[in-house]
């Protein structure tokens, strides 16, 4: 399929309460290294513009937010779907190798944040072409924004602006080490874990018998080069070098990633809007209770809604 082209026989309308069709969805497919990228794009009646790319967070996360790690929050689809009855477009992705975007690349460990922002590119251009919309606003969580933020620090051509949802305001590999130690369970592995990330910043690989079975899924033979590639990226570095208007997106309930962060990217871009959701997690859930179990819990539940002003906020920040 060519990737502009759009397979309406699976277009979806979604009905208003009075009947009429406020909304529909459609596949979209953008140029990937080896196959085409697929994504679901959320068409609304009226103007090309604006239209917003969801770019995924880390690990195996499909385009609705899910990841069969025990992820399914459908945090993406809930955010398309409340952008677009308020009249917002969206498109949103797998990444290359995974899910629809299987086709894309070979390996989908085969990566990084730069391979991942060169995708990003072809999905504006694709969208763009498609929509008729001048540019493209990027709304990046988690390592998303990080994705968003390596691409328009290189080149922000054809982007709106930046919707930056969980950001990280410091290196990766300092993110991971807070992470980490969040957590007390992690106590009898964090001397590895910090022996691991700095060596994994000098760019050295760690042999597969020297990691332990608690560290494997985090610091695998396969993913790498993907680490070391993301360890070397300074988020604040970037967001100083790029003057698209900017949302900073954190809840205060996020347990990976703090409102600390975003103070950090905040102090590097003064034109950068810094806001704190009430009550919001991570994948954007609603936590009311103050207890680790209640806030991982909303990670596998599809029915919790959104945290209360999530998208009223990129809402009225895009338009």
Same mark, same amino acid.
């Given at each position: 399929?060519?990737? +502009?082209v759009l397979?309406?026989?699976?277009l979806?309308?979604?009905?208003?309460?009075?009947?009429?069709?406020? /909304?529909?969805?459609?596949? &979209?497919?953008a140029?990937?290294? %080896?196959?085409p990228?697929a994504g679901t794009?959320?068409d609304?009646?009226g103007d090309a513009?604006p239209?917003?790319?969801i770019?995924?967070?880390s690990?195996?996360?499909? #385009?609705d937010g899910?990841?069969? $790690?025990?992820v399914a929050a459908?945090?993406?689809?809930?955010?398309a779907?409340? $952008?677009?009855e308020?009249g &917002?477009?969206?498109?949103?992705i797998?990444?290359?190798?995974?899910f629809g975007?299987a086709?894309?690349v070979?390996d989908?460990?085969?990566?990084?944040i730069?391979?991942?922002a060169n995708d990003l590119?072809?999905w504006?251009?694709?969208?763009?072409?498609?929509?008729?919309?001048?540019?493209? /606003?990027v709304?990046?969580?988690?390592?998303?924004?990080?994705?968003?933020?390596?691409a328009?620090a290189? %080149?922000p051509?054809?982007?709106?602006g930046?919707?930056?949802v969980?950001a990280?305001?410091q290196?990766? %590999?300092?993110?991971v080490r807070d992470?980490?130690?969040?957590?007390p369970a992690?106590t009898?592995?964090l001397?590895?874990?910090?022996?691991?990330?700095?060596?994994?910043?000098?760019g050295r690989? &760690?042999p597969?018998e020297?990691?332990?079975?608690?560290l494997?899924a985090?610091?695998?033979p396969?993913v790498q080069?993907y680490l070391i590639?993301?360890?070397?990226?300074?988020?604040?570095? $970037?967001?100083?070098?790029?003057?698209?208007?900017t949302?900073?997106?954190?809840?205060d #309930? %996020?347990l990976?990633t703090?409102?600390?962060?975003?103070r950090l990217?905040a102090?590097?871009?003064?034109?950068?809007e810094? +806001?704190? &959701?009430?009550?919001a997690?991570?994948?954007?859930?609603s936590?009311?209770?103050?207890?680790r179990?209640?806030n991982?819990?909303a990670?596998?539940?599809p029915?919790?809604?959104?945290?209360p002003?999530?998208?009223?906020?990129?809402a009225t920040f895009?338009k």
């Amino acid at each position: 399929m060519n990737s +502009t082209v759009l397979s309406l026989a699976f277009l979806i309308a979604f009905p208003t309460a009075a009947g009429a069709a406020s /909304w529909t969805e459609m596949p &979209i497919e953008a140029p990937g290294p %080896d196959g085409p990228l697929a994504g679901t794009r959320t068409d609304v009646p009226g103007d090309a513009e604006p239209v917003v790319l969801i770019v995924p967070g880390s690990g195996p996360t499909d #385009r609705d937010g899910n990841n069969p $790690l025990g992820v399914a929050a459908a945090t993406y689809r809930m955010v398309a779907h409340g $952008l677009a009855e308020h009249g &917002i477009a969206t498109v949103r992705i797998d990444k290359r190798g995974m899910f629809g975007s299987a086709s894309a690349v070979v390996d989908p460990n085969a990566v990084t944040i730069g391979d991942y922002a060169n995708d990003l590119r072809n999905w504006i251009t694709a969208i763009r072409a498609s929509t008729g919309a001048k540019c493209i /606003w990027v709304l990046g969580h988690s390592e998303g924004a990080l994705v968003g933020l390596t691409a328009a620090a290189a %080149d922000p051509a054809e982007i709106c602006g930046l919707v930056l949802v969980a950001a990280p305001g410091q290196p990766l %590999d300092d993110v991971v080490r807070d992470q980490l130690r969040a957590n007390p369970a992690n106590t009898p592995i964090l001397a590895e874990a910090e022996k691991a990330l700095s060596g994994l910043k000098a760019g050295r690989h &760690i042999p597969g018998e020297e990691i332990s079975p608690p560290l494997m899924a985090l610091f695998r033979p396969e993913v790498q080069d993907y680490l070391i590639d993301m360890f070397q990226r300074d988020p604040a570095a $970037l967001i100083a070098q790029i003057q698209l208007p900017t949302l900073l997106l954190y809840g205060d #309930r %996020d347990l990976q990633t703090p409102m600390s962060e975003g103070r950090l990217l905040a102090s590097a871009a003064s034109h950068a809007e810094f +806001t704190v &959701i009430p009550t919001a997690n991570h994948v954007l859930k609603s936590v009311t209770a103050d207890n680790r179990e209640a806030n991982v819990a909303a990670y596998a539940d599809p029915t919790l809604p959104l945290a209360p002003g999530v998208v009223e906020r990129i809402a009225t920040f895009v338009k």
